[in-house]
């Protein structure tokens, strides 16, 4: 019976630099940037780089880090527990960068939000003080 369950099981599967770069909107020049930073490692076929699932997971993790602003060494503390201490381990981490990361975007919404207010009550003194102008660009 295990003969049979093998059987079915779906081969291995691998991706070229190509196919990942098409699935996840990245560029070549960006795989072989987290490849050299030590955050990906492709076997070689000849002069390709074949990637694995694995491969494939940590590129998903990789952009989706970079997205939200995780910086390279965040996202590589956070691989590399995997690989080091395990999935709890690693969740721990991230849970922790994850909250600090928060933080920092929160912060920097208040600013963003403190600049806004501060620049519409400059333009509506600068309407109101100069009228000809504020038609001018409407």
């Given at each position: 019976m295990t003969l049979l369950l093998n059987l079915r099981r779906p081969p291995y599967r691998t991706y070229s630099i190509t196919q990942l770069c098409r699935e996840f909107g990245a560029t070549p020049r960006a795989l072989r940037f987290y490849e050299e930073q030590g955050l990906l490692a492709p076997a070689r076929r000849d002069t390709s780089r074949v990637y694995s699932y694995k491969d494939r997971a940590r590129l998903k993790?990789?952009?989706?880090?970079?997205?939200?602003?995780?910086?390279?060494?965040?996202?590589?503390?956070?691989?590399?527990?995997?690989?080091?201490?395990?999935?709890?381990?690693?969740?721990?981490?991230?849970?922790?960068?994850?909250?600090?990361?928060?933080?920092?975007?929160?912060?920097?919404?208040?600013?963003?939000?403190?600049?806004?207010?501060?620049?519409?009550?400059?333009a509506s003194q600068l309407e109101r003080q100069y009228p000809e102008v504020a038609r001018l660009d409407a």
């Open positions: 993790m990789i952009l989706n880090g970079r997205r939200v602003g995780l910086s390279i060494a965040e996202i590589r503390d956070i691989l590399d527990l995997y690989e080091e201490e395990g999935e709890a381990a690693q969740s721990a981490e991230a849970l922790r960068i994850f909250r600090h990361r928060i933080a920092q975007l929160e912060s920097q919404r208040v600013e963003v939000e403190e600049a806004i207010s501060t620049l519409r009550q400059a």
